[in-house]
């Protein structure tokens, strides 16, 4: 596509979200829209059904599937070098155009949530009546705490907080559905009640963990007068207005990166058999708690405190440079740095990093996070094996948390989960409003790829 054609683009992409509707309910704007992207499907279908959208190669079947393309997913596209889009705007653009709890201020989550689902930027009275049908869902039933509670406080918190959603799963409005037989162009409905009422739970159910794990289970009520973000802080235990603001922001960058990650991809795979919201969701983050996907944020500040617990916090870029060596040697990686996408660094890191310059410039973690940037990238180019030797957004977020008291690095995973759930429900809601398949690709063994290589090099 040449710079012509991406600008015609661009600008009717904006154009179309810019449209905003006076309608305050959000299901009702869906409702409207669903018919149009179920045509446009089936149009995409039947005309370029056939069209073949690249090569699949050896080192992709073995190499997790990298590059190639196999997933429809609406709600957000990632480029490699310029980091990812929601509904078609970035990260700076997001933060220009939603609304903030203030002037000036950070994205609410609750936008994002309104422009993932309609690809439209949501007024201020959209946002706010949100942000009330979601205070009036988030009520959590007492065997989802009991649940919790059978598990050992030392448990971690992931595995505490998917038991949690798991449990949520006994008020699935999906399955109750199709037990009683709803048809299948209406399984968007209970779908869509299931997602916003996940969505407004989840922070219930992770404070309750925090709070169980960390200070002594005294559980803090939900504040129904705060949005989204900041009522997850509040829950916490941290009503400091700049945390608040920091919760804001975590949740809008962390809530979706397309499909093909870990715990976006398993939702959407579970949710193809027709698994209900609740089950899909428990099972992304499982996968989440991976130490190859979001476990990494936990990775990062602990990493970052032993270099401090080792060399001090002035230490000299010389003196992190040997230290960061040391690391690779080890064996192990730094972690914060690198992306299976990405080729430059993480946006999401550049407005995390934004954020600690505006309110945060002193923080002696923070200046050290600084100084990683100027030495990290060098050292992994010099090593040779790295695609991206650029930070990811896990590289900065521990640090910014720990300022702000949320020192507890084993949960930050936890706050990943809570965020992620935006774009996975979201998708998950569009799965079913346009009857996306049962995801059942081809596997095949090590024999069958030596023949077909065999016979292919032999042709």
Known sequence: MDSGQQSSLSNSVRWLQMQSSTDLDLKSQLQELIPEQQDRLKKL??????????????????????????LLWETSLLDPEEGIRFRGLSIPECQKVLPAAHSGGEPLPEGLLWLLLTGKVPSKEQVEALSKDLANRAAVPDYVYNAIDALPSTAHPMTQFASGVMALQVQSEFQKAYESGIHKSKFWDPTYEDCLNLIARVPVVAAYVYQRMYKNGDSIPSDKSLDYGANFSHMLGFDDAKMKELMRLYITIHSDHEG????????????????????????????LAGPLHGLANQEVLLWIKS????????????????????????????????????????????????????????????????????????????????????????????????????????YYTVLFGVSRSLGICSQLIWDRALGLALERPKSVTMDWLDAYCKKASSA
């Not at 039947?46 to 050896?58: A, D, P």
């Not at 093909?260 to 996968?287: E, R, W």
């Not at 440079?321 to 430059?344: I, M």
């Open 260 to 287: 093909g990650n870990v715990s976006a991809h398993t939702g959407h795979l579970v949710g193809s058999a027709l698994s209900d919201p609740y089950l899909s969701f428990a099972a992304a983050l499982n996968g």
């Open 307 to 410: 270099v401090v617990e080792e060399c001090g916090e002035d230490i000299s870029k010389d003196q992190l440079k040997e230290y960061v060596w040391k690391t690779l040697n080890s064996g192990k990686v730094v972690p914060g740095y690198g992306h299976g996408v990405l080729r430059k660094t993480d946006p999401r890191y550049v407005c995390q990093r934004e954020f600690a310059l505006k309110h945060l410039p002193d923080d002696p973690l923070f200046q050290l996070v600084s100084k990683l940037y100027e030495v990290v990238p060098p050292v992994l180019t010099e090593l040779g094996k790295v695609k991206n030797p650029w930070p990811n957004v896990d590289a900065h977020s521990g640090v910014l948390l720990n300022h702000y008291g949320l020192t507890e690095a084993r």
């Open 45 to 70: 279908k039947s005309e370029h059904g056939k069209v073949q959208l690249g090569n699949i190669t050896v080192d992709m079947v073995i190499g997790g599937m990298r590059g190639m393309t196999g």
